[in-house]
């Protein structure tokens, strides 16, 4: 399969977003190398070498007739480079291995200005499926994805994460030691591990787009943006495998919800709950797209728990007014997702729910059952929530002392401010 | 020069627990510690600021002897103040770090009169770069 790419187009145009290019170019580069020469860790390094020179040169010299073949001819001439010296130090050591070695260096074009390059529309799958592997952790995962399939360099991720670059090197240097010592191979998953191998690889994405949605606060706003990242690598990933229903559901999930990003934080960076957000400032274009998105995936009869996520943040952000919300639908949703994913998290939002249907006694009791879940055992959410519907039934000493026990157990700053603001406002409400 | 700047916030009285103050006067707090911030960011002085969680959250570890097991604690009852939050600045003098502090300690509380929060202002040493890894 050949794909095609956005620079097959564009080639020689100075107005083009040199970054852009290098970003869509760099997975299928990589994929192609990685075929090539064996040692993922050594064509990623490779790779971005190439990446780095590319953006130093393209700027002045203009875009290569063939910037993609650019990109591979450098990367391999660096690892032919690699190779000739390690041939020399090896010569005596290993003869077996010297062979190998000379056979790819040899057979390797190193021709900058030579033809286009052979892309398998798979090499991006096998990377991320490579990257996303359960054997790695989240936090290597994630960084891991971003170069590899982001080509984001490491500058970028150390800065959207805000550790030094040095740090993240050594992170990334280490996630792909990992691969190495876990043997984990460049090649697509078999069809026995693939539903596990899938839904690690939506996960890792889905764990990208919250760490920029939740960070996504006033005096952070320089950093790399990781929801729009993740946002990118799932429609890319969308585009690879275009019947994929939970694909689908998990792009639409992060349009529907980054379409109220800017309604989400106030000046200060304060939270603003979804039924205190000014609408108007919802991205109508991305709900739409998303709102079109998931119901074609529901239409085909396949329910994931990630299109469940996003037909919910579709009936929120179908109603122009907070009191338009169809929260009988809601609810239902949240039901099914219960069902789905047994994961407390989802009986929590399923009371909050259940309040607005049924009024804050019914959530409140359906509350109770998870005091005993060890999973929320000291959560800051079962305290705010349950604040939250105390609140709504009009007990308000207990209301305040449960929004300062979630105050005091949140990790986030905003949230911790919204908390304590509204036990205040409970407190110096008027008349005493 | 790189000084760290320590909010120390004395531990468990009223005017301390931003919970009790009402929301005009939490929000003219954070108002003001978010411009202060601003400010740091705009004329490059910030290296970084953090905020704390609670203390009741806190341990203190002591590794056992002889290589034992670690032994924690909670932060002793008795301590009087704690370590809220802290800024490391690089500034072009001390002066200017404790203009910074004395920003800082002036937040207002309760009423918008403000806190007089006491704020620890240490140089940060300068080591050599470690070894590229």
Redesign the interface.
């Known amino acids: 399969m050949t794909l095609e790419s956005p620079s097959d187009v564009t080639s020689g145009d100075a107005t083009m977003d040199i970054g852009h290019l290098l970003r869509d170019l760099a997975p299928q580069v990589l994929g192609a190398v990685a075929r090539r020469h064996g040692d993922f860790a050594d064509a990623e390094d490779a790779v971005q070498e190439a990446l780095m020179s590319a953006a130093q040169q393209w700027p002045a010299d203009g875009i290569p007739g063939n910037p993609r073949g650019w990109l591979y001819h450098v990367a391999m001439r660096r690892l032919t480079d690699q190779l000739r010296s390690e041939m020399a130090r090896r010569r005596r050591e290993d003869a077996v291995a010297v062979e190998r070695f000379a056979e790819q260096a040899l057979s390797a074009p190193t021709d900058p200005s030579g033809g286009d390059i052979d892309v398998e529309q798979d090499d991006t799958l096998a990377l991320l499926f490579m990257c996303c592997h359960p054997a790695l952790t989240p936090p290597s995962a994630i960084t891991l994805t971003l170069r590899a399939v982001g080509g984001l360099t490491t500058a970028e991720i150390a800065n959207a994460f805000l550790v030094p670059e ?1 740090t993240m ?2 992170r990334i240097s280490r996630a792909k030691q990992s691969i190495k010592v876990s043997k984990i191979p460049f090649s697509l998953p078999t069809d026995a591990e693939r539903a596990e191998r899938m839904s690690a690889v939506l996960h890792v994405l889905y764990l990208i787009f919250n760490e920029g949605y939740t960070s996504s606060i ?2 952070e706003l320089h950093r790399t943006d990781l929801s729009n990242e993740a946002i990118r690598l799932t429609r890319l990933l969308h585009a690879l495998l275009p019947n994929d229903g939970e694909v689908v559901g998990l792009l639409a999930l992060m349009l529907l919800t980054d379409a109220r990003r800017a309604a989400r934080t106030g000046a ?3 939270l603003i709950p979804l039924d205190e957000q000014d609408r108007a400032l919802w991205d109508r274009q991305l709900i739409d797209e998303g709102i079109a998105l998931v119901e074609a995936a529901l239409s085909k009869g396949s329910v994931g728990a990630y299109q469940l996520q996003a037909a919910i943040a579709a009936v929120h952000d179908e109603a122009a007014h907070v009191e338009d919300t169809d929260w009988p639908q809601i609810l239902a949703l949240y039901g099914l997702l219960e069902r789905m994913t047994d994961n407390p998290m989802v009986t929590l939002n399923r009371a909050i729910a259940a309040a607005m249907v049924y009024g804050p006694d019914a959530g409140l009791e359906m509350l109770k059952p998870l005091d005993d879940d060890a999973r929320l055992r000291g959560h800051y959410r079962l305290d705010a929530v349950r604040a939250h519907l105390l609140e709504r039934a009009g007990e308000h000493e207990r209301a ?1 002392a449960r ?2 026990a979630a ?3 949140t ?1 986030s ?1 905003p949230e911790r ?1 919204y908390l ?2 509204k ?3 409970l ?2 409400r008027e008349p005493r | 020069m790189r000084y760290m700047l320590m909010m120390n916030a004395p531990r468990g009285t009223g005017e301390w627990q ?6 005009e ?3 003219a707090h ?2 003001y510690m ?1 411009a202060l ?2 400010e740091l ?1 705009a004329s490059g002085e910030r290296v970084i ?1 953090e ?1 704390l ?2 203390p ?2 806190a341990k203190l570890v002591r590794a056992g002897k002889n290589g034992g097991p670690p032994v924690t604690d909670g932060v002793f009852p008795e301590s009087k103040e704690f370590l809220a939050g802290f800024w490391i600045v690089d500034v072009e003098s001390a002066e200017r770090a404790y203009e910074i502090a004395a920003k800082a300690s002036a937040a207002p509380g309760p009423g918008g009169k403000p806190l007089i929060i006491p704020i620890e202002v240490r140089q940060v040493l300068n080591a050599p770069a ?1 070894a ?2």
């Open positions: 040095a090197a050594q006033g005096a200060n960076g304060e305040i929004y300062r105050a005091e157990r990790t700053i401010d304590i603001a036990a205040a406002r407190v110096h | 931003p919970a009790s103050w009402s929301p006067d939490f929000t954070m108002e978010h911030n601003r960011i600021a905020g969680a609670s009741g959250q470690p590229d890894v």
